[in-house]
């Protein structure tokens, strides 16, 4: 089986709900969810906004290859009401801001694999400037 790490955060709605169907879904498309951190509220990152984050890091098992998890993971956020993607405009993909989510979804490393394509980027590229990402990390590679 492939350790995938993803990372999750929300800002709209019932944030911790949001979360726990996030889990729930992953768990039942992607693969089984082994592990996952505390949930933590912070500030959004990118961008201004009146509502806070909450953010987990999970651990799942999977036989999926890397484009297939990025493309069942997006699936998810779409199914709960995301509208667009938003990613960093150094990235050059997609929407060139952030905003408000109902979900947010993203791979942060999976396996030893290093994945450098336009729309996919293993490691997440900017998860080691996220406190909100290393913490939950961390948490959860440290009970490994």
């Known amino acids: 089986m492939i350790k995938v790490y993803l ?7 019932n944030r911790e709900a949001n979360i726990r169907k996030a889990i729930d879904l992953i ?3 992607v693969g089984q969810v082994v592990r996952q ?3 933590i509220e912070t500030e959004p990152w990118g961008f201004k906004s009146e509502n806070r984050f909450i953010n987990a890091v999970i651990l799942c098992e999977t036989t999926k290859a890397p484009r297939e998890v990025l493309q069942l993971t ?14 960093n405009s150094k990235l050059k993909t997609q ?7 109902p979900i947010d979804i993203d ?5 030893d694999i290093t994945v450098d ?10 998860m080691q ?3 909100f990402v290393m913490i939950p990390l961390r948490e959860i590679m440290d009970s490994e």
């Open 7 to 13: 990372g999750l955060g929300t800002n709209l709605g």
């Open 27 to 29: 768990n039942r498309r």
């Open 37 to 39: 951190s505390s949930f």
């Open 74 to 87: 997006q699936q998810i956020e779409r199914d709960m009401g995301r509208t667009k993607k938003s990613v």
């Open 95 to 101: 929407s060139p801001h952030y905003s408000d989510r």
């Open 107 to 111: 791979i942060l490393l999976y396996d």
């Open 117 to 126: 394509e336009p729309d996919l980027h293993i490691p997440h590229p900017l």
């Open 129 to 131: 400037q996220r406190d």
